[in-house]
């Protein structure tokens, strides 16, 4: 694996703003010359090369892809824009498409092909790709890989409640809008219009994103392609074997995506 120097996006420290700091990781495939590329999309809190999203990136690695692996705004983690209190799912989804617009315009300069780029993220991650598929880039994506995927504000919000006597009172402190802004999101209502192979990854002991929410989304989906469960996983990929389920699923997508008359 070859980590290119980061690349810079944005100027203000606003995390808001629509111009806002962050950065951006490539990843090439040691000894090969991709063409194919991927955009690894992080969930809240989160940084392009966390211990977690590494068992995301590495697999496309493994299989020729080049990756792309931003640091989005608002997360205790990264040095982007923000802190973990900024957080709103708007915001996420707008970097998210930042770094999706950043790599097709980028593609030819790093010889990558536009006509196969593939989407992946995990948690609040899995949305923004999911939605991007869904909207700005319908037509444009190869397929989509959610992991432990956020699916709606009121899931989430049902789950915190569930989750401790004070979740919600935990989750109003540690980001302020999200009982306003969560509910306002779900991928659920979209779950018709994701026609290309999607495949999605929960972790058997997942209680942020359960596998029962995880399961739900994908028996909507269109064009659902595998479903794997993490026999080890809570939210965080957690165990020796998450990875290679990971690499399971998008075996399987690469797959389809060859046998694809579209392809």
């Known amino acids: 694996m070859r980590r290119l120097p980061a690349v810079p996006l944005g100027t203000s420290s606003d995390p808001q703003d629509p111009d806002a700091q962050m950065s951006i990781d490539v990843f090439q495939p040691e000894g090969v010359r991709a063409e194919k590329v991927a955009v690894v999309i992080h969930g809240r809190n989160g940084n392009s090369d966390s211990p977690h999203m590494m068992k995301v990136v ?13 640091n989005l705004c608002a997360s205790e983690w990264n040095g982007s824009a923000g802190t973990g209190a900024d957080f709103t799912i708007g915001q996420h989804l707008r970097d998210a498409r930042r770094v999706v617009q ?3 315009d980028n593609a ?13 993220g995990h948690s609040m991650g899995g949305y923004a790709v999911l939605r991007l598929a869904a909207e700005e ?5 190869a397929h989509v890989l959610a992991v432990s995927t956020f699916t709606s504000g009121a899931r989430q919000i049902e789950v915190r ?4 006597p004070d979740g919600i009172e935990v989750l109003a402190r540690e980001c302020p809008r999200a009982l306003d802004e969560w ?13 290309l192979p999607v495949g999605i ?3 058997r002991g997942d209680m942020v994103t359960p596998p029962a929410n995880c399961k739900e ?3 909507l989906l269109p064009d659902g392609i595998c479903y794997l469960v993490m026999p080890e996983a809570q939210h965080c990929m957690e165990g020796e074997t998450s990875e290679a389920v990971i690499e399971a699923a998008l075996v399987v997508l690469d797959q389809t995506r060859r046998e694809s008359p579209a392809a």
């Open 58 to 70: 590495r697999p496309y690695l493994r299989r020729g892809y080049a990756v792309v692996s931003a």
């Open 102 to 104: 950043w790599t097709l």
């Open 201 to 203: 990854v929960a972790g």
């Open 183 to 195: 509910p306002t999101h779900d991928i659920l209502a979209l779950a018709d219009r994701l026609t």
């Open 137 to 141: 880039f319908e037509g444009r994506i």
């Open 108 to 120: 030819e300069d790093q010889g990558w092909r536009t006509d196969g780029l593939v989407l992946a």
């Open 161 to 164: 409640r569930a989750l401790a």
């Open 217 to 219: 989304l994908f028996d």
